[in-house]
Structures are given as structure tokens and as C-alpha cells.
T-cell receptor, first 119, second 111 residues
Framework: GAVVSQHPSRVICKSGTSVKIECRSL??????MFWYRQFPKQSLMLMAT?????????EQGVEKDKFLINHASLTLSTLTVTSAHPEDSSFYIC???????????????FGSGTRLTVV | AQRVTQPEKLLSVFKGAPVELKCNYS??????LFWYVQYSRQRLQLLLR??SRESIKGFTADLNKGETSFHLKKPFAQEEDSAMYYC?????????????FGQGTILTVHP
């Protein structure tokens, strides 16, 4: 099945620095990638939607300049947390939508997540 | 705007007991609903998609449009079912837009 590879799985950075998170679709082309943020034992909050070849769409309240999203190719989407602060510490997850229509039991594919800690 | 509600944040049952995780949604159109499971330290995995009408790992879920519900059920819970469960809604139909997630239910199955 479709696999999304997300790296790094864990990163610790200093306040004020930038961190890049990558998501690659391994055996399929993802024209769209969704980026979520998850707090401990809580739901996933959609941050933005990246589309290959066009600007990302950000959800209300998400700072575009802080969370830079780039969909460089059909297999790579990146999220860069710029000038990171401790409050940006969180679990970030990417997800690609299903490729096919139909009625099979398949759905959105999720990356394994990135635990960001800003110190 | 669509909304997904999972009223129980925590649910505990004993092994072998039936379990039902509740999910209600609000959406004016025709939704596509999913159940995702997240085991400890693992990525979200698809459990069920309502349109497939399949039973996975003994779990079933039926879309009830009258009650706007998509409850997840299993007649005999197992310890390995302990995990976080998310109900999610796609309002985009076959366009597969963003998913709206419920708050999640942590299921604990005791031996």
C-alpha cells in the first residue's frame, strides 16, 4: 500500500533556529499533502495543505511566515518551522489523501510523525 | 462547516467485553467517514472506511445518517485493541480534501 516516509522522527533545536521536516511519498505521487499538529493525547489539528506546483493553503490562525510549506515535487513536501520557540514544541504529522475512488477499505496515509522539542 | 464529536475521551473495558466508541458528525452534505487507530508510538493507521462496509480486526461501524453517527463496535475486546481511536470525516467526496478529526478516544482493555 501507499507509504509516506517522514523525517526526522525526533528533533531538538534551540530557540530561534529553524527546523525542516520532510515527507516523501515512497511508491506513489502525492499532489497534495496535509500537515497536522498533534498535542499529547489530543486530536490532530490541520495546519495547512500543500499542493505540488502551487502555494500552500493555511488554516485560520496558522502563521504562514512561521510554518513554511513547500511541495517541491510530486513525492516531496516539506514543513519548515522558522525561528522556533518552545511553544512550537509538538508532534507534527503529514498525510496524503487516497489516490483512488471506489469502495475498498483504503484511506489517507499518514507519516510516522516528527516530535519537535524547542529548548 | 463540518464537525466530528467523540464524546468519550477515555473508555475502559475488560477483555472479552463488548466495546462501542461513539462518533457523531455534523455536515450538510454526504460525508465520507473513517476510523483511524493509533497504537502507542506508532503512526495513524486506517481501521475502517464507511463506504467499504468491511469488518477489520473484528471492528465494524455503520453510518447512520438519521442519527448522524458512525459508532465503532467490537463484540469481544482484546488487550491489543488498547489504543487511541479517531473518527474522521472527509467532506470532499472523491476530491479527498482535508480530514476533520474528532477529539479521539483512548481505549484501554484490561486483562
Amino acid at each position: 500500500g501507499a507509504v509516506v516516509s517522514q523525517h526526522p522522527s525526533r528533533v531538538i533545536c534551540k530557540s530561534g533556529t529553524s527546523v525542516k521536516i520532510e515527507c516523501r511519498s515512497l511508491d506513489f505521487q502525492a499532489t497534495t499533502m496535509f500537515w497536522y499538529r498533534q498535542f499529547p493525547k489530543q486530536s490532530l489539528m490541520l495546519m495547512a495543505t500543500s499542493n505540488e506546483g502551487s502555494k500552500a493553503t493555511y488554516e485560520q490562525g496558522v502563521e504562514k511566515d512561521k510554518f513554511l510549506i513547500n511541495h517541491a515535487s510530486l513525492t516531496l513536501s516539506t514543513l519548515t518551522v522558522t525561528s522556533a520557540h518552545p511553544e512550537d514544541s509538538s508532534f507534527y504529522i503529514c498525510s496524503a489523501p487516497p489516490l483512488l475512488g471506489g469502495k475498498g477499505n483504503y484511506g489517507y496515509t499518514f507519516g510516522s510523525g516528527t516530535r519537535l522539542t524547542v529548548v | 462547516a463540518q464537525r466530528v464529536t467523540q464524546p468519550e475521551k477515555l473508555l475502559s473495558v475488560f477483555k472479552g467485553a463488548p466495546v462501542e466508541l461513539k462518533c457523531n458528525y455534523s455536515y450538510s452534505g454526504s460525508p465520507e467517514l473513517f476510523w483511524y487507530v493509533q497504537y502507542s508510538r506508532q503512526r495513524l493507521q486506517l481501521l475502517l472506511r464507511h463506504i467499504s462496509r468491511e469488518s477489520i480486526k473484528g471492528f465494524t461501524a455503520d453510518l447512520n445518517k438519521g442519527e448522524t453517527s458512525f459508532h465503532l463496535k467490537k463484540p469481544f475486546a482484546q488487550e491489543e485493541d488498547s489504543a487511541m481511536y479517531y473518527c474522521a470525516l472527509n467532506a470532499g467526496g472523491t476530491s479527498y480534501g482535508k480530514l476533520t478529526f474528532g477529539q479521539g478516544t483512548i481505549l484501554t482493555v484490561h486483562p
